[in-house]
Nanobody, 122 residues
Framework: QLQLVESGGGLVQPGGSLRLSCAAS????????IGWFRQAPGKEREGVSI????????DYADSVKGRFTISIDNAKNTVYLEMNSLKPEDTAVYYC???????????????WGQGTQVTVSS
């Protein structure tokens, strides 16, 4: 069993930055992936970025490439999502999740956090 807790969301102006954290406790596979997903009101949950537990494999959605950076600190069992140049369309609830496939499809992730709200508005 794995527990995931997100933090770091909030209200930020367009062009601003936030850093989200995903703290993990429990047992996971060394071959697992941690993904960041988001869901805006009235929209389906979509993948934002994923990282392997080794930190070697990383992928981003096209909409966030060049603006978001994912990283992992295994000593702290924490995955971070650094978000820069934020846009109003980045507004959503952001979730982290654990899965065993290196793809950004929410259906393949089995453990989920409760989410943290990110609002980009002036």
């Amino acid at each position: 069993q794995l527990q995931l807790v997100e933090s770091g969301g909030g209200l930020v102006q367009p062009g601003g930055s936030l850093r989200l954290s995903c703290a993990a406790s429990g047992t996971t596979s060394n071959y697992a992936y941690i993904g960041w997903f988001r869901q805006a009101p009235g929209k389906e949950r979509e993948g934002v970025s994923i990282i392997s537990m080794s930190g070697v494999y990383i992928d981003y959605a096209d909409s966030v490439k060049g603006r978001f950076t994912i990283s992992i600190d295994n000593a702290k069992n924490t995955v971070y999502l650094e978000m820069n140049s934020l846009k109003p369309e980045d507004t959503a609830v952001y979730y982290c999740a654990e899965g065993l496939l290196g793809i950004m499809d929410p259906q393949h992730y089995r453990y989920w956090g409760q989410g943290t709200q990110v609002t980009v508005s002036s």
